[in-house]
């Protein structure tokens, strides 16, 4: 291999390259006249309805980023006009799998407003009275006058409000009302031990130690 090499060499060293084996063939080379001097002409500009515009604004959006939404900017607003409040556990998994539905639903209707009671911010004097403890027995809603509806009744009267009155319209009528009421009451319960959450005693306790908290196991408000 080396002594192949070194006569390669020799060969293109003592000789002169052949330039045709490097030259451009002839039909790539530009056909030119030989008294004509070579010039390059640049394309036209190409003039585009909009373009200074185009590069304008993201000129200026490079200029001016975007702020980021605060942090609850991107919370569904509270309906004006609702016709029913569902006061919801946000602690249970479960539960707010059908408080996503409802309030998916709800996009289109507005008339649920949603109150978590696990939330700092609820207060039992904002929801006729009803304690922390009282609305973690069992489901709670209540009608725009005031009226406190339960368990497979609250369910109805939500679902009536987005559409869905006939999942729980046959709840209406016995035997179904009392078996769907039964039901119910053992789901109720047994809430907390089925997703895996402590006693309610221990939920109060756990409460108390995360904030200060009134007898009823509710945050505490303090005077305006």
């Not at 330039?19 to 030119?32: D, E, G, R, S, V």
């Not at 911010?121 to 904002?126: C, K, L, Q, V």
């Not at 709670?140 to 987005?162: M, N, P």
């Not at 319960?189 to 009134?214: A, D």
Request: include cysteine.
């Amino acid at each position: 291999m080396a002594l192949r090499a070194a006569a390669t060499a020799c060969k293109f060293g003592g000789r002169q390259r052949n330039p045709t084996l490097f030259a451009i063939p002839l039909y790539l080379q530009p056909k030119l006249h030989q008294n004509q001097p070579q010039t390059f002409t640049s394309a036209a500009p190409i003039h585009q309805p909009g373009f200074k515009s185009a590069i304008r604004a993201i000129s200026g959006a490079a200029a001016d980023p975007i702020t980021p939404p605060k942090k609850g900017d991107d919370q569904e607003p509270t309906p004006q006009n609702w016709k029913i409040k569902m006061l919801y556990d946000g602690d249970c998994p479960l539960c707010m799998r059908e408080v996503d539905m409802l309030r998916e639903r709800n996009k289109l209707y507005g008339t649920i407003k949603f109150v978590d009671i696990s939330s700092d911010d609820y207060f039992p004097e904002e929801n006729q009275g009803l304690d922390y403890k009282t609305v973690m027995g069992n489901i709670h809603a209540i009608l725009s006058d005031g009226t406190v509806v339960t368990d497979v009744e609250a369910f109805r009267k939500l679902y009536e409000q987005v559409g869905l009155g006939w999942v729980y319209a046959i709840t209406k009528y016995e035997p179904i009302a009392t078996i769907a009421g039964a039901i119910y009451g053992v789901w109720a319960k047994y809430r907390l031990q089925i997703t895996g959450r402590p006693p309610l005693e221990e939920v109060l306790e756990l409460r108390k130690k995360k904030g200060e908290v009134c007898k009823d196991g509710n945050a505490c408000k303090l005077p305006e």
